[in-house]
């Protein structure tokens, strides 16, 4: 089940996000081991499918977090799962704005939806960067562009604070189980600090350059989840029109060169007509967006993306907003 979240307009894109329905015995987050690090004081801005476990992760490896939500019994319920889940009252609570969240953290985290969610809860009086002290770092999870990051680097920076930009792989089941792929751009030296903090979320926590840089490998992430995607989909179109059992095919071609991620986590339930399996076709128009856009700027040709994003529209006017990314394969039946 999900509820709907907000209605988002960006170049001529109309999204609905949805977050899914929680049932309250569920835990929001899966247990892992961390590793041994220093206690920091820590806020975590934005608690979506996403910024949800990953504050939570932070908490339970033995951080002081404090987090904020635009819907405030978000973070309140937040804070009382975590409470439930053992984590010391005196550790954790939930801020009101997130200048006061940010007050007094050595590591400010935030995950949110775009590029002008980003700017409202960073900039401004009541923004993230207007309650963090000099020489603290404020880290965007949130899948933006490369612009706003190095727009937002600019202002950290007059503040004497650090910003990286830090965008993630691995959807909401990598985030309940603390183990995302998250590529940073910013200051190395700001990064190293925060590598052993950001751990509590990630298996890997990786510096590609400067400013901008975790933006444009995330880019790079999604030109390939696009081709490998539609590929994937008409391969099984192919051998279903040839009446082949499909299951067989993907366990013989998944042992050679054909093989891949998402032949393996999704190859079958695409067979099976099912599609309720995470990252959804909304967001990723939205990511295919930013491709484009920064396709445009940097004159990179992308003529494969930009018509899989045209197929991902088609699948959005199915009425597929929220199926994940593999329903592709629903324009081919």
Known sequence: MYSEWHLESESSRIMTYFVPYKDPHMS?????SYDPTTASTCAFIGLGVMGYPMAAHLAKAGHQVKVYNRTPGKAQAWVAELTQHGVDANRIAAASTPALAAKGADYVFVCVGNDDDLRSVVLGESGALAGMQPGSVLVDHTTASANVARELA????AKGVSFIDAPVSGGQ???????LTVMCGGDSAAFDRTRPIAMAFSRAFTWMGPSGSGQLTKMVNQICIAGLVQGLSEAIAFGQAAQLDMHQVLDVIGKGAAQSWQMDNRGKTMVDNHFDFGFAVDWMRKDLGLVLAEANRNGARLPVTALVDQFYADVQRMGGNRWDTSSLIKRLR
């Open 28 to 32: 929001s987050f899966n247990p892992k």
């Open 154 to 157: 600019e202002v950290a920076d």
């Open 173 to 179: 089941a990598g985030a309940q189980n603390g183990m």
